[in-house]
């Protein structure tokens, strides 16, 4: 019923762009905060940006700010994920991930895995020359 789908990962050269997308289906994302994590081979699970569920407030890992955006559809219940300038060091594993938020919380966002309650099954991210 609650579940997450990722797409739009691949393999591109470095200094290329691709666009992960989050779905939801089974519940409408207006009052979740929504997150993108990245997990690469022999290391831990990693923050790298988060939305608000107003879409009024984001935050990026200093690696990837600069680079990367994140944004709302709301009426495609989807989150984005634009990655430029992309850096061998972005190969990973991405996830998005959502929490509910209650009002007090939901102009603001946190990028800790804990916090977070549904998971994609995350879609690859591969940057090589």
């Known amino acids: 019923q609650l579940q997450l789908v990722e797409s739009g990962g691949g393999l591109v050269q470095p200094g290329g762009s691709l666009r992960l997308s989050c779905t939801a289906s089974?519940?409408?994302?207006?009052?979740?905060?929504i997150g993108w994590f990245r997990q690469a081979p022999g290391k831990e699970r990693e923050g790298v940006s988060c939305i608000s569920s107003t879409g009024g407030s984001v935050n990026y890992a200093d690696s990837v700010k600069g680079r990367f955006t994140i944004s709302r559809d709301s009426a495609k219940n989807t989150v984005h994920l634009q990655m430029d300038s992309l850096k061998p060091e972005d190969t990973a594993v991405y996830y998005c991930?959502?929490?509910?938020?209650?009002?007090?919380?939901?102009?603001?966002?946190?990028?800790?895995?804990?916090?977070?309650?549904?998971w994609g099954q995350g879609t690859q991210v591969t940057v090589s020359s």
């Open positions: 991930a959502a929490v509910i938020t209650p009002g007090s919380s939901r102009g603001s966002c946190l990028m800790r895995p804990l916090l977070y309650d549904y």
């Open positions: 089974g519940f409408t994302l207006q009052f979740y905060a």
